[in-house]
């Protein structure tokens, strides 16, 4: 296997860090933090640079907050210099692990998203339900951000990165004293196992990128060794379609096994096999091989969330720009979909006019 050098120098790179920068900033700039780094931009770049350069870069104090939509899970954000940081090291590393990845991965890669990855779904079923009765399995990872091994993490970029400057990154990085879970342990990691040694927080970018090459491993297993046919990963969201459920239940046990004891990652109760001709429940979207339709509690979000925008807008507690982003955002989600009835419905419910 490849393994790349050199290239570290390229992240410290002061061209790339303010590249990074703008990167960071995107649709940000007038937030304090970002306006407070922008007012001595040289200087802070450049501040981040000597850091990166004679190893005394540390990584700051997350905030953490949680998010209820679509579950309750804890986020922890960087302050902007770090996310500098990250950016300048996703610009420079990611489109080489990209590289590895296979077809039907879906994650954080461009012009490979989540609308791709239904489409595909919806391609393979309009393909193979003509001939035969179809089924899906669906593999659930139990609480996957939070259990990503640090170890066998760090196993991995080393088995890909010949750069011991752009290591010892990494393991400041995935490593920081400020990102314990406080998870309990499972029976599948070793007595020797800490608690901060395991998980990466949700909300970074080099956790995205990180959490790819992770369950990448799984893919090649899966489609270079296992030799699965239909099989599709967005993120840690796993479809395998099949005729046979005997099969589906032979690949469950397999890649059960491999997610244990290589991983160290576990399976949830949701994981389960059904047939296609009930609907594939993936990344927010219900799919058959005529039509597909948005999941029942996205819409049931996107209502309540409209209604909120409408009020707001009512009362002048928000600009008409910025209920308009909201409109649009959910109307580019639904044409992706069959959807012509909701949005005439949500056209006709929800009208942007003020109070007199």
């Known amino acids: 296997m490849k393994r790349y050098k050199n290239l570290y120098p390229k992240i410290y790179d002061y061209e790339n860090l303010y590249n ?3 990167s960071a900033r995107k649709n940000k700039r007038y937030r304090p933090e970002v306006l407070a780094f922008s007012a001595n931009l040289e200087e802070n770049l450049i501040e981040l640079q000597n850091e990166l350069i ?8 997350y905030r953490e907050f949680y998010v209820y939509e679509p579950k309750r899970r804890l986020v922890m954000a960087l302050p902007f210099r770090d996310r500098v ?15 590895s990845y296979i077809l039907d991965s879906y994650a954080c890669i461009p ?13 393979w079923l309009r393909l193979d339900c003509k001939y035969e009765k179809m089924y899906y399995l669906k593999l659930d990872i139990a609480k996957f951000f939070y259990r990503v091994d640090h170890q066998v993490l760090l196993n991995i970029l080393a088995s890909k990165i010949d750069d011991s400057d752009l290591m010892k990154l990494f393991h400041t990085i995935i490593e920081s004293e400020d990102t314990p879970f406080g998870l309990p342990l499972s029976q599948n990691f070793s007595e020797g196992t800490r608690l901060f040694d395991i998980g990466i927080p949700i909300g970074n ?3 995205q990128m990180f959490a790819n090459l992770y369950m990448n491993e799984l893919d090649q297993f899966a489609k270079r060794t296992f030799r699965i046919r239909r099989y599709i990963r967005y993120m840690d969201d796993i479809v395998i379609l099949s005729p046979s459920k005997l099969l589906l239940h032979h690949y469950k046990d397999v890649l059960e096994r491999f997610l244990n004891d290589n991983l160290h990652l576990i399976l949830n109760k949701k994981t389960a096999i059904r047939p296609c001709n ?3 429940d993936f990344c927010g979207y219900k ?16 209502k309540r969330h409209l209604k909120l925008i409408t009020e707001q807008y009512a009362e002048g507690k928000i600009s ?10 959910y109307y580019g989600m639904l044409k992706h979909c069959n959807s012509y009835n909701l949005r005439k419905q949500l056209s006709k419910t929800y009208i942007l006019q003020r109070k007199n």
């Open 20 to 22: 990074a920068y703008l």
């Open 54 to 61: 004679y190893h005394s870069y540390k990584v700051g104090r």
């Open 85 to 99: 940081l990250q950016w300048a090291v996703y610009r420079i590393v990611n489109p080489i692990f990209s590289r």
């Open 111 to 123: 012009g490979r998203g989540i609308h791709a990855a239904v489409k595909r779904i919806n391609y």
């Open 205 to 207: 970018l080099t956790s």
């Open 278 to 280: 009930l609907g594939i």
């Open 287 to 302: 799919i058959w091989e005529d039509h597909i339709k948005i999941r029942k509690n996205t819409v049931l979000r996107m």
């Open 320 to 329: 008409l720009d910025k209920a308009c982003e909201t409109f649009t955002s």
